[in-house]
């Protein structure tokens, strides 16, 4: 059976979708866009941006009842592949050890001309 999990500290759902569902163990949080949720803005720059797609899915995950350290897979997408560095000197910092598998690519567009968009698994 299929579970739907929200925030409202992370933005609502642009589209037919849902922040995040859950189904045998494994909860799917969809790609979030750097939006603060409080205030609808996208900061400027890929290290403040990379922090708030990774805020939005801490907050996704602790509706669930997880933390960062379920994570198992997470996939990245970058408007542009020299945004890289900055993107993961902030993504190793959400992350002690153990750090899960992940894919990054650069795409030709993100949503509201965002420069990140972080999706994730995470395991119970």
């Not at 996208?42 to 708030?52: L, S, T, V």
């Not at 890289?84 to 598998?101: C, H, Q």
Request: charged fraction near 15%.
């Amino acid at each position: 059976m299929k579970k739907v999990i929200s925030s409202p500290l992370a933005p609502a759902a642009i589209g037919p979708y849902s922040q995040a569902t859950e189904a045998a163990g494994l909860v799917f949080v969809s790609g979030q866009l750097p939006i603060d949720a409080a205030t609808g803005d996208m900061p400027e720059g890929i290290e403040a941006q990379a922090r708030q797609s990774l805020l939005n899915i801490q907050h996704i995950l602790e509706a669930a009842g997880l933390n960062m350290s379920h994570i198992v897979k997470t996939t990245v997408y970058l408007q542009d592949m020299s945004l890289f560095a900055g993107m993961n000197a902030v993504y190793a910092t959400f992350f002690e050890s153990d750090y899960p598998a992940r894919a990054a690519f650069a795409v030709k567009a993100l949503p509201k001309d965002a420069l990140v968009e972080i999706e994730c698994i995470a395991a119970r």
